[in-house]
C-alpha cells in the first residue's frame, strides 16, 4: 500500500494524471463530434491540434465575423456548414431553402425539446429535470394562447398602463429611466398578469425572484458553456443554489394559489352554479388541459408552481430585449423626432377610435408600431441562429447528399439572412416603417378608389408582413409548428407598451443608438444605458382611462 501511495503522489504520475484528466475533460467536452457529416467548417484551421476544440473556444469572440464568411461562401448559395460552437458540439448551419426539410420532420427525427434540454441545461438548472423532458407547459401555451389573447386584451391594458404610469412616473418633470430596468419590471409584471393574474402579479417579492430565477438561468448557461460534461453533474448542485432558492421565493406565493384554484374549479364543476368565474390565467389553461388529457401527474401542485419557472425564463428576457431594442432603435435613429411623431399620431387616431380600450382588431390597426417593433427584432435581434434542433433519428438530405446521425445539433443563421439586402434592401438601417408604409399607401390607394383585381391578394400579402407572421426570411420567433406560441402576447403587449409611451410622455432623442455587445453568438442591448422622458401635461386626458 505505501508503495503504491507513494508511486502515486510521485511527481510524474501527478503530470501524467493531469495530462490523463485534460485529456478526458477535453475528450467529453468534444465528444459528440464523430456523427458529423462531411460539410466545410468555418473558423477551423485543419492543420492545427485540437483544431476543433481551438475553433470552438475562438467562436466566442469570432461568431458575426464566421457567420458572414459562412454565409457569403455556402448559405447564400443555398450549401450547408458547420459552426463551431462555443458549448463544444458544432451546429450545422443550413440554409434558407433547407428550412421546410428540416421542419418538416417528425419531432422523434428532429427534436425541439432536445434542443432545449442540451442548450438550456436541462438536466441542471430548472430545479426539477422533468420539466425539461417532458415540456407540458409548452403545450399549455401553444393550446391556449391564441385562442384567449383576445379575450386578455383588457387584462394587459390595465396592467400595462399601470405599470407604466409606476415605471415611468406621472410627474411632468424631465426625469432619466434606465431602460433595461424599466421594461424589466413593466414585462415582469404584464406577464404574470397572464400567468398567475391579479393579485399576485404585483407582488414585489413574488416578481423580484422569478426575475432572479430568469436571470439566474441566463448565467448558469454562460457559466455551464465552460464546464466539460462530465463535471456538470458534479458542480451543477452548488451553482444552482440561487436557483433552487428564487423557486421557493415563488413557491411560497404560487402554492397557496394553485390549491385554491384546484379546489375552486372542482366546485365549479360539481356546482356551475357557484358564484365565482374561472380566471384566464396559465394556472387555469394549465389545470383545464391536465385534466381534459388525464394526466394526474401534472396536476401536482408542486409541479405546477415549477412548471411557471421555465415560462416566466421564456417570456421576461426575451421580451425584455426586443422592447429595449427597439426603444433604443427608435429614439437612437437620425429620424428619432420623425419616428416618435408618427407613432404618436397612429396611437391618438386608432386610440380615440377604440374609445380608449384596446381589443385585438383595434390593435391590428397599428401598424406602425407593428412595423417599428419588427424591423428592430429584425436589426437587433439577441439571437443569431433560429430553428435550433437536436436529431434524434438519423435524417437524409437527399438533395445535398448528406446525413445528421443522432445527437448532431441543426439550425439556421437568421442573423445574416435578416442582414442580406436582396431581402432587406438597406439592411444596416433601422427603418421604423419599412413593413408599414407600403401598407398605408396601400390603403390610401384603396380609399382613393384606385382599386385593381389584384388588390384582394395585396391585402392578404401585407396583412402577412406583421410581426406575428414567421417566415423563411423573418425567424426571431423561430417557423414552423414549433414557432414560439409566445408570440402573439408579445405583439399586443409591446404595441401596447408603444403606443402608451408615446400617448403620454415626451421622449428626448438621442444622439446616436448605443451599441449592442456580442457574446459568442448572442447580442445583448444595452443594460445601463437611459433615455430622458417628460410625461405630457395633456395626458391628463388618457390619465381617466390608466386608473
Ligand atoms: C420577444 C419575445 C420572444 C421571443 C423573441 C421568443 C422567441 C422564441 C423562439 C425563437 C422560440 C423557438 C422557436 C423554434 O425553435 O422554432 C420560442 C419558443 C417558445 N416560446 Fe418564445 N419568444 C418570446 C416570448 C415568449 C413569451 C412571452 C412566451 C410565453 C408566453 C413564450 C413561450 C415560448 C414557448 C412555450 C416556446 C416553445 C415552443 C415549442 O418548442 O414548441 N415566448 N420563442
Ligand atoms: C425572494 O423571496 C424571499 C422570501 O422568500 C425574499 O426574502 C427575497 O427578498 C425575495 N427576492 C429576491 C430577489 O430574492
Ligand atoms: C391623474 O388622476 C389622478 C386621480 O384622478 C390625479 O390625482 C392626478 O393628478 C392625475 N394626474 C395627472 C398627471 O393629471
Given at each position: 500500500m505505501d508503495r503504491l501511495s507513494d508511486y502515486l503522489t510521485s511527481p510524474i504520475s501527478i503530470v501524467l494524471l493531469a495530462v490523463c484528466g485534460l485529456a478526458y475533460v477535453l475528450h467529453s467536452r468534444f465528444?459528440?463530434?464523430?456523427?458529423?457529416?462531411d460539410l466545410p467548417w468555418v473558423?477551423?484551421?485543419?492543420?492545427?491540434?485540437?483544431a476543433e476544440a481551438r475553433a470552438s473556444i475562438a467562436s466566442f469572440s469570432n461568431s458575426r465575423r464566421w457567420l458572414n464568411e459562412g454565409y457569403t461562401k455556402y448559405t447564400k448559395k443555398g450549401l450547408s456548414y458547420i459552426f463551431p460552437d462555443f458549448s463544444g458540439t458544432p451546429n450545422v448551419i443550413i440554409p434558407r431553402e433547407e428550412i421546410k426539410w428540416l421542419i418538416d420532420h417528425d419531432d422523434r427525427g428532429v427534436s425541439v425539446s432536445e434542443m432545449h434540454h442540451e442548450q438550456l441545461e436541462g438536466a441542471y438548472i430548472?430545479?426539477?429535470?422533468y420539466l425539461l423532458e417532458r415540456p407540458f407547459h409548452e403545450d399549455v401555451v401553444h393550446k391556449a394562447l391564441a385562442r384567449k389573447i383576445g379575450l386578455l386584451v383588457p387584462d394587459v391594458q390595465d396592467e400595462m398602463q399601470n405599470a407604466m404610469d409606476d415605471v415611468f412616473?406621472?410627474?411632468t418633470e424631465w426625469r432619466e429611466v434606465c431602460v433595461f430596468e424599466a421594461m424589466m419590471k413593466v414585462i415582469a409584471r404584464v406577464s404574470n398578469r397572464m400567468f398567475v393574474g391579479l393579485p399576485l402579479c404585483r407582488n414585489e417579492e413574488y416578481l423580484a425572484n422569478a426575475s432572479a430565477f430568469a436571470q439566474d438561468i441566463i448565467t448558469d448557461i454562460a457559466l455551464f458553456s465552460f464546464i466539460p460534461k462530465a463535471l456538470k453533474p458534479l458542480l451543477a448542485p452548488i451553482l444552482t443554489i440561487p436557483n433552487r432558492k428564487h423557486y421557493r421565493g415563488t413557491a411560497k406565493h404560487t402554492l397557496p394559489l394553485i390549491h385554491e384554484r384546484l379546489e375552486l374549479m372542482d366546485r365549479k364543476a360539481r356546482?356551475?352554479?357557484?358564484d365565482w368565474q374561472e380566471p384566464n390565467d396559465y394556472i387555469s389553461w394549465h389545470i383545464n388541459l391536465a385534466r381534459a388529457e388525464n394526466?394526474?401527474?401534472?396536476?401536482d401542485p408542486v409541479l405546477i408552481s415549477r412548471r411557471l419557472m421555465p415560462i416566466n425564463f421564456a417570456a421576461i428576457h426575451t421580451t425584455t430585449f426586443t422592447i429595449t431594442n427597439a426603444l433604443f432603435d427608435i429614439v437612437g435613429s437620425r429620424s428619432a423626432a420623425d419616428y416618435l411623431a408618427g407613432l404618436e399620431e397612429e396611437a391618438h387616431r386608432v386610440f380615440a377610435e377604440e374609445d380608449g380600450k384596446w381589443s385585438k382588431p383595434g390593435l391590428a390597426k397599428l401598424v406602425r408600431a407593428d412595423s417599428a417593433l419588427k424591423d428592430s427584432m429584425r436589426i437587433s435581434?439577441?439571437?443569431?441562429?433560429?430553428?435550433s434542433r437536436k436529431v434524434t433519428h438519423r435524417i437524409t438530405n437527399e438533395k445535398a447528399g448528406w446525413s445528421l446521425e443522432p445527437g448532431a445539433l441543426v439550425a439556421t443563421d437568421l442573423y445574416s439572412v435578416h442582414m442580406d439586402s436582396e431581402i432587406y434592401?438597406?439592411?444596416?438601417e433601422y427603418d421604423a416603417f419599412r413593413f408599414s408604409r407600403p401598407r398605408e399607401e396601400f390603403e390610401q390607394s384603396q380609399k382613393e378608389g384606385k382599386?385593381?383585381?389584384?388588390s384582394k391578394d395585396e391585402v392578404l400579402r401585407l396583412k402577412n408582413t406583421g410581426l406575428i407572421t414567421t417566415s423563411e426570411t423573418f425567424l426571431p420567433f423561430g417557423?414552423?409548428?414549433?414557432?414560439?406560441?409566445?408570440r402573439f402576447f408579445v405583439s399586443t403587449e409591446l404595441k401596447m407598451l408603444i403606443s402608451h409611451l408615446v400617448l403620454n410622455y415626451e421622449i428626448e432623442p438621442l444622439s446616436e443608438r448605443p451599441p449592442n455587445k456580442w457574446f459568442g453568438p448572442n447580442v445583448i442591448p444595452p443594460m445601463k444605458q437611459t433615455i430622458k422622458v417628460r410625461r405630457r401635461k395633456e395626458s391628463a386626458a388618457t390619465n381617466g382611462t390608466s386608473h
Open positions: 465528444s459528440n463530434n464523430g456523427a458529423l457529416p473558423g477551423k484551421a485543419d492543420d492545427q491540434l485540437f430548472f430545479t426539477d429535470p412616473g406621472l410627474e356546482d356551475p352554479s357557484l394526466n394526474v401527474r401534472e396536476l435581434g439577441f439571437m443569431t441562429r433560429a430553428i434592401p438597406r439592411p444596416d382599386l385593381n383585381e389584384r417557423h414552423g409548428r414549433h414557432a414560439c406560441p409566445g
